[in-house]
């Protein structure tokens, strides 16, 4: 899943599929709408496949549901009003947390049951007001019952680097994190990140749908 945008147009929602990492299939665009989407997180809960992209245009955070995944997103909840970058949503103890960037720095919000229940803002908000940490890089990775952020560098060019923290406490009350590898892309250029990394995702490889 990705963004693809051409000159003078909104940003939209592809995808593609693959069985061996090498040949990709052009589903074509899977959502757009008459304001720019961007950052797509898909995730499982459940027996359910859901989108959350970036909607910042509609001053919005919207929750699709996929009637046919990968296909057929359909408008499933408003988590979120307002102008806001980047969301993702982790579950943790089943409680949802929503981390997400605003004017005011990087935000969590928090819910009982992401469908039913309203997010409410977490009480250490904004978490860091840090160019350098406050703006997602890629939805929290949990791994082996650690869990990792990823946090773009935009403390002086767009999309400088990015940065990986590991969260040491997160529940309603208490959010703490310390930095586990700083300016990821420094040691890793190839020629598509000469001029810095804004983002990175991890997947896990599954049969061809």
Do not use: C
Request: proline share 4%; no cysteine.
């Amino acid at each position: 899943f990705l963004e693809s945008q051409s000159v003078d147009s909104k940003g939209v929602i592809k995808a593609l599929v693959t069985d061996d990492l090498i040949n990709f299939e052009d589903l074509g665009v899977i959502l757009k709408n008459d304001y720019h989407l961007s950052y797509p997180f898909v995730f499982k809960h459940n027996s359910s496949y859901f989108l959350l992209p970036e909607s910042l245009e509609a001053e919005e955070v919207t929750l699709y549901k996929f009637e046919n995944f990968p296909q057929k997103p359909v408008k499933e909840k408003t988590l979120l009003k307002g102008k806001y970058y980047d969301s993702s949503l982790i579950l943790v103890e089943n409680i949802w947390y929503l981390f997400t960037t605003s004017k005011k720095g990087l935000e969590i919000f928090w819910s009982e049951d992401m469908l039913k229940s309203d997010f409410t803002p977490h009480p250490m908000n904004p978490i860091t007001t840090n160019l350098k940490y406050s703006r997602s890089a890629g939805a929290p990775i949990n791994i082996s019952g650690s869990i990792y952020r990823i946090s773009q560098d935009s403390s002086g060019v767009y999309g400088k680097n990015i940065n990986i923290s590991i969260i040491k406490k997160l529940n309603k009350e208490i959010f703490a994190e310390e930095i586990f590898i700083k300016d990821y892309f420094n040691n890793k250029i190839s020629k598509w990140n000469l001029s810095g990394g804004h983002h990175m995702s991890i997947a896990e490889f599954k049969e061809k749908f």
